[in-house]
């Protein structure tokens, strides 16, 4: 159904000039055709001509970037069911009027527009590190991408992140009509080998096939040298979980130690309590008004009693410690991998907070 306005909206604003906004100036040639390319284009839009308008309006564009020329576009491109294109070029129109002159027509029939085309398709929301990274989305580039806000069609697309002496970051999505998903590039910088130029006369290098000779140290130690290193965990680092991690490292240390101190002191309990029994005391004998009590064997027993509880209440405390701080830590790793991202978005029709991150 044809938006109500729409065409008294094209009638109005497809003869007036609005200020320039690309980097190159259109050549006298080209402001020439203009007024005939908006004619042609009014009368596309008013014969019903969506694909004639399109096409038309796009070549008016190219020659003049107007707010209202895109905006123009957008409805024609709406009524041709191009409603990715059309939701572009509508947030590129309604870029530049005042709050107030969005109440008025054309601005007004630009928005309604907008809110209808936003039905049929995703809004990306792009964000890249580094800041000034190109956008590519499905080959097709946008310039550069921070906070970029993007309309696609329904279904996989391909975003591409790319800067001068970074490696590409490559993204695809499946995206559902009506979604608003935050993409963040991140560019990871390029590595350059560092090579020295070989000295005059040095001998060539040995074939990369070749194995190190068993009398060649040096040639081990490069080997080693090039082994993946396995970094461990309890490791501190610059971070929150470089605290928390070192810490339950060293309160499972502390468990390992008790609870084996422990077991050793429960073990020569037994055989203490073990001689009483050979030579035919009670177990209770040592205690107060026994025959035993106060005697040396009976303060050994006391004394390693006092030694095991000790150490199982330091092997219990430390254990739920280390258990804690672990489950701190592993928290803690996974946020700051998968940490939530805010991105903030403002345009012409409002403004808003996007959070996304994993849980």
């Keep these: 159904m044809l938006c109500r306005g729409w065409r008294r909206a094209i009638v109005l604003v497809l003869g007036l000039t609005c200020a ?165 590039l991140t560019l990871k910088p390029k590595v350059k080998a560092l090579t020295a130029p070989a000295p005059d006369g040095a001998a060539p290098a040995a074939p990369a096939s070749a194995k190190p000779s068993a009398r060649d140290p040096a040639a081990h130690r490069t080997e080693a040298a090039r082994a993946p290193q396995v970094a461990f965990p309890c490791f501190p680092s610059r971070s929150v979980s470089g605290v928390l991690l070192p810490v339950a490292c060293a309160g499972a240390a502390v468990f390992m130690v008790s609870a084996v101190t422990a077991f050793g002191l429960e073990v020569h309990l037994s055989s203490l309590r073990n001689a009483l029994d050979a030579r035919g005391f009670q177990p209770d004998s040592c205690a107060p008004g026994r025959p035993l009590a106060g005697s040396a064997d009976c303060k050994d027993i006391d004394s390693r009693l006092r030694q095991r509880t000790d150490a199982a209440n330091v092997m219990i405390g430390s254990g739920i410690a280390a258990a804690v701080l672990g489950a701190a830590a592993g928290i803690a790793v996974a946020v700051e991998r998968k940490g939530p991202k805010v991105t903030a978005t403002a345009g012409a029709t409002g403004g808003g907070i996007i959070v996304q991150g994993e849980w």
């Design 20 to 184: 320039r906004t690309s980097a190159a100036e259109p050549t006298a040639d080209e402001r020439a055709r203009l007024p005939a390319l908006l004619r042609r284009g009014e009368a596309a839009a008013a014969a019903k001509d969506w694909k004639g308008c399109v096409d038309v309006l796009w070549a008016a564009l190219k020659i003049e970037d107007a707010a209202r020329v895109a905006g123009d576009l957008g409805l024609c491109e709406e009524q041709a069911g191009r409603f990715a294109d059309a939701a572009n070029h509508l947030q590129r129109a309604l870029a530049e009027p005042t709050p107030d002159m969005l109440k008025k027509a054309p601005w007004k029939t630009y928005r309604a527009a907008l809110a209808r085309v936003r039905e049929q398709v995703a809004m990306l929301v792009i964000t890249t590190d580094p800041r000034d990274a190109f956008v590519l989305v499905d080959g097709k580039p946008y310039g550069r991408g921070d906070g970029l806000i993007l309309a696609v069609t329904h279904g996989k697309h391909t975003i591409v992140g790319r800067a001068e002496g970074y490696e590409d970051e490559v993204i695809t999505r499946h995206l559902d009509v009506r979604s608003f998903p935050n993409v963040q």
